[in-house]
């Protein structure tokens, strides 16, 4: 956890350190020959853009290319899947771990693959076009795009939820009565995606609760780090490009501060993106573990 | 205390400047105009080598900690255009704008294709958002 956090902030505060030293020099710059500040801005602007669209850039990069892998992944052992659950009987009869919800996880993320992360890029362009030329804005579009995103995400894991409960296994501890008060936290306080996640964590949580039963608690803390570590960095970017905006609102231009802002929104819809993606392969992961369990305990 | 010390020169130069051309529009009208031509580049020369540089120097120091060749080119291109507004003002001043709006486009492409490169890197990232 602790590597993580400090290679994020290795490579994306210092991206941001540059965005603030550079509005100073643009700011020292503008008062010593105003006759150039509109160039000044136009130069600022795409130092901003180089410097911080990398970063954003990379994360959609890393959850496109695990979006791929977990596509991948599940199109090759679907119907290895399949066919053993229908060998083994009426073993899995007592759990809810249906085939279809595999299915369904896992064309989630060949969705997100093919339409989400492409209709993020864009959103990301339109944003960047209507601050870089204000006479023509793409702004609304841009927040369609994204609003668009949150509630497709969150249909999806709503609908996750109810296939899941209506198995009929207990409840984990995430959606117990200890931690209601934790959940209304995030929900509150994280923007876009908060109640969203909160959400998610809970279908996640009931799902591995059924499966605890079978498979170690460590497997399941092992696969929830490792599908839920990608979003968390996400959700670490987002939160610093809208720090690094809130910090430099006070002398830099609207524009900077705006497309920091619109990236980090962006970067919390991708987040929430992920979140699907990585549902979907824990449900894969832990349906795999489970069956090569009952496999050899019928052996 | 240095730095003060070529501010009050620098200052009493201005003024002695003044005087001068004004001595100078009243002693010999026809020659006010080279006069005026010699000193104004003299004075130039004279404090971009004391203030303007120094000072341009110092400033890329300071910003020494961003990366590439962000922080020199964009104060390089900012000196750059100033002092050839300067010059295309004095040219124009005296009577030859069609000479100075050349001279100062000429520079405006100059600073321009300076930034060429990093346009091209800003153009590629973006363009990998629509390609893959």
Redesign the interface.
Known sequence: MIPMIESVLGTVLSSF??VI??T???L??DF??P??SK??RT??F??V???V??PA?EH?QMI?SITQTVATMFISIYPLLTASILASGGSFSMLNFQPAMLLFANGAVILSDKILIPLL?AA??FD?ISRFHPAVPFSRMADLLRGTLIGLVSALVAAYSIFITAGGTISWALTGVTSEPIKKLISQNIPLVGSFMTDSLGAIGRYSSGASVFIGAWLIVTIWSVALLPTLKTLLTGFLYRWTAALIEPFADEDVTGILDDIGKTLFVLCAVSFLVAFAFIYTALFTVILVKLITAVK | MALLGILMVTLFQLVVIYLLLLIVSFASKSLQPIIYAAIFLFFLSYVGMTIIIPFGKT?MHL?E???GP??K???G??FL??FS?LISKHVAEAGYESIATIAHVAIKIAILSL?LP??A??LD??S???I?
């Open positions: 350190i540059i030293i550079s100073f020099m643009a020292v710059l010593l020959f006759s150039f160039w000044t130069f600022l795409f130092i853009l180089t410097v669209l990398f850039y959609l496109r890029s990301m362009l960047i | 400033f910003f900690p961003l990366p962000y922080a080119l964009l104060i291109s900012v255009f100033y507004e930034w990093q346009l890197t800003l990232t973006l990998k958002f629509i893959k």
